[in-house]
């Protein structure tokens, strides 16, 4: 079992063995360093590797555990070169390595293996390894407070170290999550990083480190912008990228090759997906039918609850399965984002003490979104999830399987916060988004954009920029998309349709208008349940 101290300082200590393999590959590539610098040391192992193959660079090492500071230092007497070494106890957090860097005169060699733990670990612990609260990635608003606000500390850390060098010639080779690498290339580029050459090395997470994550050598060189892309490699010792991966409009694309070549059916998608209802409290919030009409929570309590404030549930391994015949039942609090739940001690006594018997567990949500809000306040909740009918797919599974999702029991089915969907009034309008989107030119191009190796490979960014448009005729569902779109149900005024078009010739981005509809359905919610019972 892991200590307390190595999972908030992500301490994987690098194996001498692959310290040496990335030190051979760098001498390989030509890199001939006046200086080493090692951030976060450790145990030396980086600093010892390269001494043997940069003879003449001087190594420098930092850490903030002294009794790894003197580790590396009795390492490096026993390897004979303590003399052109120098390590220190220093905190990453508080150095200036900005002015630690403008000391140094010659060619940079910045490597190492920097903490593998994410910012909400440590604060779910209540750590101290946190640089300070910065909303360095510039989010807004909810996505400042979800999920999209969590991040690798060494991701802050490259960042920090990227800022550093000011355009300084450098190479960084960082072991890290190959997410985490991707970010770092994706901010640099946004932010005139100036990296003219990167490249992504796989290794076996695995083997070296029994982590279960994908994970990378990051290569990069600084000091003037190049290419917003970078090969990627299946091992340190490949000879030839797998993949290429780069910038398109904002974006990060997983294979370059192909989305240049499919590039034509990007755009802005004609209907704003939605995410599925989040309350972060299965516990409570998610029930099974069983006897005499009772309900049995996940505690394994039986309950007895109105049935009007349940609805049926499915999952995203439900979607990627194939199984869109819900089993399981969540309690909804609210029609929308924001709405009142005091009223369900009138309309529903039942429901309203049962969830003030659990209060403690729902109030002690830990996400930021829910302070301020309504007791027992969800999210992911609005017109649009009563629908009657959702074109809907996981988001956490790699394949992006595409289910019409309908009526159960005369009641709409909602969606957990691993899914994505859209809301539609009939059978035939969701047939035709799904077959669109399951369609091979369709599913050729998300996996050129998607990265399987994340956490949540499908996003709604990556759904947002399919251009239905363009698909639904390579599709073969031209036709029907036309009849579709003149049909007479809840649609938004039509507007403008901007398709991203990456620059094949030249680093930049073009947009071009396309005519579109931007279609988004209102749902009345008292008044849809008749309709789905009719389906």
């Not at 090969?231 to 991966?245: M, Q």
């Not at 939605?274 to 039918?289: F, I, T």
């Not at 069983?290 to 995203?316: H, I, Q, R, S």
Request: charged share 20%; hydrophobic share 40%; glycine share 6%.
């Amino acid at each position: 079992m892991k200590s307390r101290a190595k999972i908030e300082f992500g301490d994987f200590q690098t194996p001498a063995i692959l310290a040496r393999q990335v030190s051979e590959l760098l001498r390989q590539k030509g890199i001939a360093p006046k200086h080493v610098i090692e951030p976060t040391c450790g145990v030396g192992a980086f600093l010892v590797a390269s001494a043997a193959f940069f003879p003449h660079a001087t190594l420098r090492g930092w850490d903030v555990n002294p009794v790894y500071v003197q580790q590396t230092v009795d390492e490096l007497r026993r390897a004979g070169v303590a003399l052109r070494a120098t390590v220190e106890h220093q905190d990453f957090f508080t150095h200036d390595w900005e002015h630690q860097f403008g000391k140094l005169h010659g060619e940079l060699l910045i490597l190492g293996n920097l903490p593998w733990v994410t910012n909400s670990t440590v604060s779910a612990m209540n750590g101290n390894n946190l640089p300070t609260k910065e909303n360095f990635l510039g989010l807004r608003g909810l996505a400042a407070r979800t999920g999209k606000a969590n991040f690798d500390i060494s991701e802050w850390m490259l960042i920090q170290l990227v800022r550093a060098l000011r355009g300084r010639a450098a190479t960084i080779a960082m072991l890290c999550k190959t997410a985490t690498a991707r970010k770092l290339l994706r901010y640099a580029w946004q932010n005139d990083g100036r990296i003219h050459e990167a490249s992504l090395y796989r290794i076996d997470a695995a083997e070296h480190f029994e982590a279960s994550v994908g994970a990378c050598l990051l290569l990069a060189q600084t000091g003037v912008a190049g290419p917003a892309e970078a090969d990627v490699y299946e091992s340190l010792t490949a000879t030839k990228p797998a993949s290429r991966i780069g910038l398109a409009g904002q974006d990060l694309v997983a294979d370059l090759r192909t989305y240049r070549k499919l590039q034509h059916l990007e755009g802005l998608c004609s209907f704003q997906w939605r995410s599925g209802v989040k309350h972060d409290c299965a516990p409570v919030m998610e029930l099974k039918p069983a006897a005499n009409g009772a309900m049995e929570n996940k505690l394994g309590e039986l309950v007895m609850l109105e049935p009007d404030c349940l609805y049926p549930l499915l999952k995203c391994s439900d979607l990627a399965n194939g199984r869109t015949t819900p089993e399981r039942l969540v309690l909804v609090t609210q029609q929308n984002i924001g709405g009142d739940t005091a009223g369900l001690a009138r309309s529903a006594p039942q429901t309203w003490n049962y969830l003030q018997t659990h209060r403690d567990k729902l109030d002690a949500r830990k996400s930021s979104i829910y302070k301020g809000s309504a007791p027992f306040a969800l999210f992911g909740i609005g017109d649009y999830a009563f629908a009657p009918w959702k074109v809907a797919v996981s988001g956490l599974h790699r394949t992006a399987r595409f289910q019409v999702v309908g009526p159960f029991q005369h009641k709409p089915v909602f969606l957990d916060d691993t899914c994505y969907f859209l809301p539609f009034e009939s059978r035939a309008q969701a047939q035709l988004i799904a077959d669109i989107l399951n369609s091979p030119p369709c599913q050729r191009f998300i996996r050129a954009l998607l990265f399987a190796d994340t956490k949540r490979p499908i996003t709604v960014e990556l759904l947002q920029r399919l251009n239905l448009n363009v698909i639904a005729q390579e599709a073969g569902c031209e036709q029907r998309w036309r009849a579709m779109q003149n049909t007479n149900f809840r649609f938004a005024p039509a507007v403008p349709q901007y398709e991203l078009v990456m620059e094949t010739a030249k680093s930049g981005v073009r947009s071009r208008k396309r005519s579109a509809k931007i279609v988004s359905t209102s749902y009345n919610n008292p008044h849809h349940r008749r309709r789905a019972a009719g389906r």
